[in-house]
């Protein structure tokens, strides 16, 4: 092959994984990207009775306009890891989205009170 002819194969070559590229980025974005609306109940301890948190979930990843210790991740089938770090409170959990609701159980510690209990989210877009 001649070197014109190597160079004109090389750009259609780039040329078609240039266009590749946003197809796969799009496919990382999670069905449950957007925002929620986040609540934990407390059910064991002496931590406040609830808590409330907007998080955003942009390609899995889980974070907190508000709380910039909010960091978790869901799955593309819907299974939830996150944990939260605020002053002497720190909390970890893990549950399942569906949908636009999800729900879950967390365990952690306020000062040196151990608490645990339930939470449960709503999408708001």
């Known amino acids: 092959m001649k070197a014109s002819a190597m160079n004109k194969y090389l750009i259609a070559m780039l040329a078609s994984c240039a266009l590749l590229l946003p197809a796969a980025t799009a ?5 449950f990207d957007g925002q929620w609306s986040i609540t934990f109940i407390t059910q064991n301890g002496d931590c406040n009775p609830t808590y409330n948190y907007s998080i955003n979930i942009e390609n899995g990843a889980i974070t907190s306009p508000n709380v ?7 799955t593309s089938a819907g299974a939830v890891r996150a944990s939260v770090a605020v002053q002497d ?12 609701r999800g ?13 645990a209990g339930s939470w449960a989210a709503e999408r708001t877009w």
Request: with cysteine.
């Open 27 to 31: 496919e990382a974005r999670s069905p």
């Open 89 to 100: 409170k720190r909390a970890s959990g893990f549950g399942k989205l569906t949908g636009v």
């Open 103 to 115: 729900r879950g159980t967390w365990s952690g510690y306020s000062g040196d009170q151990r608490c």
């Open 68 to 74: 910039e210790t909010f960091r978790g991740n869901v």
